[in-house]
T-cell receptor, first 112, second 116 residues
Framework: RKEVEQDPGPFNVPEGATVAFNCTYS??????FFWYRQDCRKEPKLLMS???SGNEDGRFTAQLNRASQYISLLIRDSKLSDSATYLC?????????????FGQGTELSVKP | GAVVSQHPSRVICKSGTSVKIECRSL??????MFWYRQFPKQSLMLMAT?????????EQGVEKDKFLINHASLTLSTLTVTSAHPEDSSFYIC????????????FGPGTRLTVT
């Protein structure tokens, strides 16, 4: 079983749609959680950290359920520029001081 | 701030040769740098953790004699792929952790290695 698993995708949605990505992790000792965005042939970029209370950044909302070891990302009013691969990432240490474990990514394509 | 560079961005080499990839933190000091590898349509996999002034820690299944890591200063880590083979062709990405902060790893732009 992979340590971090994501929806396989790809997700093809029209502009303005709401799309949700799911992620599960296997290590119950995981301490910190993130969503990264990776554009084709580029390095990953931190999109947002994920907190137990849930957090929102503009059109993006992240949720964490420690009991079920589940993380989600919701994108509202999707834009063409949101097209990318979204990576669910966990760390067994607080913040990013330790080893980041990446999910395989979910590809999103937003069409006009 | 917090810029990480990699050099080269792209390299093509012949099978059996060695390739060195540099990872530099341009505007901050990094005691720890990480080296990742990403094959097409797959996620990033951590290869090794590089600490300044000490030996790198390699992940299971990564050959330390094949992937030589040197972290000689607080702003530079190098990865040398020795005796490269076509199966080593991949996207190699480094990240750096700022001294005194464990909040975020800053990623370099990656190096695309093709071994012919």
């Amino acid at each position: 079983r992979k340590e971090v698993e994501q929806d396989p995708g790809p997700f093809n949605v029209p502009e303005g749609a709401t799309v949700a990505f799911n992620c599960t992790y296997s290590n119950s000792a995981s301490q910190s959680f993130f969503w990264y965005r990776q554009d084709c042939r580029k390095e990953p970029k931190l999109l947002m950290s994920v907190y137990s209370s849930g957090n929102e950044d503009g059109r993006f909302t992240a949720q964490l359920n420690r009991a079920s070891q589940y993380i989600s990302l919701l994108i509202r009013d999707s834009k063409l520029s949101d097209s990318a691969t979204y990576l669910c990432v966990v760390n067994t240490r607080h913040n990013q001081g330790g080893k980041l474990i990446f999910g395989q990514g979910t590809e999103l394509s937003v069409k006009p | 701030g917090a810029v990480v560079s990699q050099h080269p961005s792209r390299v093509i080499c012949k099978s059996g040769t060695s390739v060195k990839i540099e990872c530099r933190s341009l505007d901050f000091q990094a005691t720890t740098m990480f080296w990742y590898r990403q094959f097409p349509k797959q996620s990033l996999m951590l290869m090794a953790t590089s600490n300044e002034g000490s030996k790198a820690t390699y992940e299971q299944g990564v050959e330390k004699d094949k992937f030589l890591i040197n972290h000689a200063s607080l702003t530079l880590s190098t990865l040398t792929v020795t005796s490269a083979h076509p199966e080593d062709s991949s996207f190699y990405i480094c990240s750096a952790l700022q001294v005194g902060s464990s909040y975020e790893q800053y990623f370099g732009p990656g190096t695309r290695l093709t071994v012919t």
